[in-house]
């Protein structure tokens, strides 16, 4: 079964600053997406970023880029230029292409990592 | 506008008594899913549905069941049996066969007295 790590439980960041958010993944399977979600203190979750397996440029969406090592099998968030707005809990997730695999058609979450912009 | 809508937003409810959380989708999506969010514990699939009138088991289904009747409607029925029932419960949908992107409701907090 995946599985998603994120080691960091909170993290802190002055407004307009850079921050990176970790995590890792474990899966033995070659075609992939990768995800980072959202929830701020009103709790609905938004898409942030996704990264296809396959694709060897890193994803970037604004201000939000992620480091995808696939061989490494680490995906990180790095967030520049900070924005209050940006205080949220932030989840990876991971899902499967492969319609054989148990983890076809649905998500696997890491634990989150919350974090605060500071003004 | 399209969306997902989870009612109600908080439920209080005694111990024994089972309690359904309504999650309705017009997206036209196929998949639809319910994940339970503990503090620390991340998002954790209890089931989720690909296509109406199918379902499967996700990673903490004992003591809740659900239905897929219609293709908008995934209602999910917390029954006495779950011996820890409060949490935040999230709806979601996606594109079967798709990238995987899941589109969420608000939650639905459930607090047992």
């Known amino acids: 079964a995946q599985t998603v790590t994120q080691s960091q439980p909170e993290m802190s960041v002055q407004e307009a600053e850079t921050v990176t958010l970790s995590c890792t993944y474990d899966?033995?399977?070659?075609?992939?997406?990768l995800f980072w979600y959202k929830q701020p203190p009103s709790r609905q979750m938004i898409l942030v970023i996704r990264?296809?397996?396959?694709?060897?440029q890193n994803a970037t969406e604004n201000r939000f880029s992620v480091n995808f090592q696939k061989a490494a099998k680490s995906f990180s968030l790095k967030i520049s230029d900070s924005q209050l707005g940006d205080t949220a809990m932030y989840f990876c997730?991971?899902?499967?292409?492969?319609?054989?695999?148990?983890?076809?058609?649905?998500?696997?979450f890491g634990q989150g990592t919350i974090l605060t912009v500071h003004p | 506008d399209g969306g997902i809508t989870q009612s109600p937003k908080y439920l209080f409810r005694k111990e024994g008594q089972n309690v359904t959380l309504s999650c309705e989708q017009n997206?036209?999506?196929?998949?639809m899913y319910w994940y339970r969010q503990d503090p620390g514990q991340g998002l954790r699939l209890i089931y989720y549905?690909?296509?109406?009138?199918?379902?499967q088991k996700g990673d903490i289904a004992e003591g809740y069941s659900v239905s897929r009747e219609k293709k908008e409607s995934f209602p999910l029925t917390v029954t006495s049996a779950q011996k820890n029932p409060t949490a935040f419960y999230l709806c979601?949908?996606?594109?079967?066969?798709?990238?995987?992107?899941?589109?969420f409701g608000e939650g639905s907090r459930l607090t047992v007295l």
């Open positions: 979601a949908s996606s594109i079967t066969g798709g990238v995987g992107e899941l589109f």
């Open positions: 899966t033995s399977e070659n075609n992939y997406y």
């Open positions: 990264q296809e397996a396959y694709k060897q």
């Open positions: 997730a991971f899902h499967s292409t492969n319609a054989g695999g148990t983890s076809y058609g649905k998500l696997t």
């Open positions: 997206l036209n999506h196929d998949a």
């Open positions: 549905s690909q296509i109406v009138n199918d379902f």
